[in-house]
């Protein structure tokens, strides 16, 4: 049987972090068209206010899944450095504790969903002519957490071991049965938001299972024997010192971007499903610089592990290069081709308007997102989880809040609110590339770089 793995202590740094971040970018490309599509459907063929509902959601169910997504990089982390340094009774403790971990956090964010629906649609202010539908979408996806789970830790355990494609192949399925779904719901059988969000969960659910089944019959180190599944207290603390930072600032960043989300409210309907679909346009153009991202903390932890600093900052160098170059090719294509994209999701123009204002403002500053996106992923590679997460949280959340408060306070508008994101995004770079000039990978290692 073909190796799917991949050790990339040996060999060419710029293939290596090329055959891993395509396969990476390609899942998550897919991976956005569960919600795109979702967007995109009830925009066409439903209406303004079902799509500013399905689009306005991203924030309460990020505080959620964020939460676990978190605790997945640790596992992540923990599990390539084991790969790395070739511990293969390690390996299969990460592994099987990541799992059981995994199940009991499904039923936690089952009952924590279902129970801050409510609350959290009131606390962004959300308007009345969109509260219902709001609120049947998030229930529904809440009630199908557990496939998005299952796949996020299971993807993240072949990605620690180098192998991004069978995640890629379950993800392409899945997103394929979720369009076929989405249509089937909402033009065959009339469903509107709830069709979506059903279609959204049962897609889910396949790509768990797959991944699950996958796992199972994988032979290596890091494959699943059920009847070994148990929590190893070592595994386990290593998972959380590395893993509880992630997900303490992935949830507070997501919380407060239900701050952020209720200032956009307060535009109305329009402008939440503007807002949305920009959103949904700014999460595809930011998939390179994501997928180097995370190659290159696969990469750095495997070759941290194996005891080869030198390497793994040649790493980092290499992904910040290839991810500021996709990010400008990128950007400057969205910019230019702003109000057809925004008129694929929506024929109202007042909602084309919105979106097109939030893209001329944001998108000039996304190449500051390649600084905080790479040299956060390459501290938490050598195990440097807490700084990254403190620097985050203080410009994502504080920061922001502070900066909205008193632009509010000031009487500013629309553009002031739209810059919300990008002045936390230049605080957090410059912060974080303090961090790494400063970390052990960079201090400790005089070591030539191996390529």
Partial sequence: MARRDSDMTEGNIWLHTVRFAIPMAIGLLFQ??????DTLVVGQFVGQQAQA?????GPIINTVVGFCAGLATGASV???????????????????TTVAVTFLLSLIATAVGQLIIDPMLRFMQTPDDVFAESGRYLSIYFAGVIGILFYNIGSGILRAVGDSRRPLFFLILSAM?????DLLFVLGFGMGVDGVAYATILSQILSAALILVTLTREKGGYGIRWRELRIDRESLKIILRLGLPTSIQSAITSFSNVFVQSYINAFGSACMAGYGVYGKIDAFALIPVQSISMSSTTFVGQNWGARQPGRAREGVRVATVMSLISTVVLGTLV??????????FSPVPEVIDYGVRFIHIVTPFYVTICFNQ???????GIGDATMPTVIMLLSFVVFRQIYLAVTKALGAGFLAVALAYPVGWILCSTLLVLRYLRSDLVRKSKLTPET
Avoid: C, W
């Fill in 32 to 37: 956005q068209l569960y919600n795109t599509v």
């Fill in 335 to 344: 910019f230019i081709a702003a109000r057809p994209l925004m008129a694929v």
């Fill in 177 to 181: 049965l979720n369009i076929v779904l």
């Fill in 53 to 57: 509902a399905v689009g306005s959601t």
């Fill in 374 to 380: 790479i040299y956060s992923g390459a501290l938490r």
């Fill in 78 to 96: 923990v599990i390539s450095q084991r790969y790395g340094a070739h511990d293969p009774e390690g390996l299969g403790k990460a592994v099987h």
